[in-house]
């Protein structure tokens, strides 16, 4: 294989940023975003994860770096995450590439980028893009007879990619564990899972360090089996798709579809590289398993697009027909059913969100309406003294408000039917006692996760300590009741 090209790199670092100029207008993102942002403002103030704040299950390494970026170059929240984000994209564009050119013929290794800049997806799961990009291009060297800076290579890509997503550490661990199988070698296992040893004893070390290894380890647990029982969005059934037509909707089959198609069509002769590209499939396609929805599947995107690739050199005649019709359809959602999303919209999304919002945060675009709706809850936050407590799943105003997190709790589906969770909660709110409150009871997750459906004690504290003072559209914003 030859050496990198750079100048190609260069190339597609330019058109990346080209395509990204949309994302950086995204709109708000009132979980993800937030989340994000709260966990990084809770690390700069200094709070102890475990106890001041519930951890969840992604890695510390997303906001770590975003505060050491803030602290060091004094960068407003919003502008350091979207520097990281478009960083991310520009990396992932080169490791795509990269891993296009090793595993496809030449004709097809712009594929997988060039359908992942039609449709970028997320702008903040680029983490998981990059890192699940990384593994397959780490994998490689390990399939014939790898040496000890390829086994140690894989080992800190592993390492790495756990930091900043837990699941991609599982993948990485799985892949090695087949690695040694098919070796029927236990140094490689050891030697492959030297770094990522010492990766999982820091994580471990530091929470053990400040006592409260028992409640991080518990509360990752349970994001992470909580996250894999999401209720809602359902996978559509076929009959859905006839009686409820939805391109975005349909191509959640992509996966079952490429991979299956792909695992049917690979023979004894194949080579070891797309039994490695359908095993990490099969990995990373658990991202829609686990909640069906546009966004979800893009999240696969890299390496997903990478099989499609692969399946179309096996179809003859008709792989140019997969290619050029997964291509249109990802792009006719993009242009309808997504258009502006700030999840999936991509190059949609100027066109709705036009309106420039100056917040203690950064600077933000939003919709006209959503943009008028959110400066007048912050002028109504700015004129109030006081602890801002979000009970929902809208976090994201803490840092648009400039007002700091206090009760810990991102929001309720930390907390969703688990009563002894439900308990803390209320337990929190006592000591913090908030003065004000902002509510717009609505989430990603559907209707069961709601807070009056989800957390009903939740639900009766707020009523019974908080009274309305001003609705703006779904949003209630309410100051604490006078003591009688």
Not at 161 to 175: E, P, Q, S, T, V
Not at 370 to 396: F, K, M, Q, S, Y
Request: aromatic share 8%; glycine share 10%.
């Amino acid at each position: 294989m030859s050496r990198p090209d750079w100048r190609i790199h260069a190339g597609l670092a330019f058109l990346t940023c080209v395509v990204l100029t949309a994302q950086l207008r995204p709109g708000p993102m009132y979980y993800d975003l937030s989340e994000l942002l709260l966990y990084t403002q809770a690390i700069l103030d200094g709070r102890t994860p475990g106890v001041d704040v519930v951890v969840n299950g992604y890695g510390p390494g997303r906001y770590l770096l975003l505060a050491g970026i803030i602290a060091t170059t004094g960068l407003s929240p919003l502008a350091a995450a979207w520097g990281v984000f478009v960083a991310l994209r520009v990396a992932l564009s080169s490791l795509l590439w990269e891993l296009g050119r090793r595993v496809l013929p030449a004709r097809l290794a712009w594929v997988p980028v060039g359908l992942m800049l039609l449709a970028p997806g997320p702008p903040h799961k680029g983490f998981f893009l990059v890192g699940s990009v990384a593994l397959a291009l780490a994998s490689l060297p390990l399939l014939d007879r790898p040496d000890r800076r390829a086994l140690l290579r894989f080992g800190a890509v592993v390492g790495v990619a756990a930091l900043f997503r837990l699941d991609l550490g599982l993948f990485g661990a799985l892949l090695l564990t087949g690695f040694a199988l098919r070796a029927r070698s236990l140094r490689l296992w050891l030697t492959g899972a030297a770094i990522p040893a010492v990766v999982l004893a820091l994580l471990f070390l530091v929470p053990a360090a400040l006592g409260v290894l028992g409640p991080v380890v518990e509360q990752v647990t349970h994001d992470v089996l909580v996250n894999q029982r999401v209720p809602w969005p359902t996978f559509p059934t076929p009959l859905e798709l006839v009686t409820a037509p939805s391109i975005s909707r349909a191509l959640l089959w992509a996966p079952l579809l490429v991979l299956g198609g792909l695992a049917v069509s690979l023979r004894r002769s194949a080579r070891p590289a797309d039994w490695l590209l359908l095993a990490l499939g099969v990995l990373v396609a658990n991202q829609v398993r686990m909640k069906p929805d546009f966004g979800h599947l893009l999240q696969t995107g890299p390496i997903l697009w990478t099989c499609a690739a692969l399946l179309a050199t096996r179809l003859g005649r008709g792989g140019p027909l997969v290619l050029l019709g997964l291509a249109g359809a990802l792009g006719l959602a993009t242009a309808t059913e997504q258009r502006g999303s700030p999840y999936t919209g991509a190059w949609t999304i100027p066109a709705v969100h036009t309106d420039r919002l100056e917040t203690a945060a950064g600077t933000l675009t939003a919709a006209e309406g959503e943009a008028e709706a959110l400066r007048r809850i912050l002028a109504w936050v700015d004129d109030r003294e006081g602890t801002l407590w979000i009970p929902a799943n809208e976090p994201l105003l803490y840092a648009l408000s400039g007002r700091h997190d206090r009760v810990g709790v991102v929001g309720v589906l930390y907390v969703a039917g688990e009563p002894a969770r439900q308990a803390d909660l209320i337990a929190r709110l006592e000591r913090v006692q908030p003065d004000l409150a902002i509510v717009k009871d609505t989430t990603m997750e559907g209707p069961t996760r709601r807070l009056a459906v989800a957390a009903p004690p939740v639900a009766r504290w707020l009523e019974d300590h908080f009274v309305e003072e001003v609705r703006v559209g779904d949003w209630s914003l309410r100051r604490r009741r006078q003591e009688r």
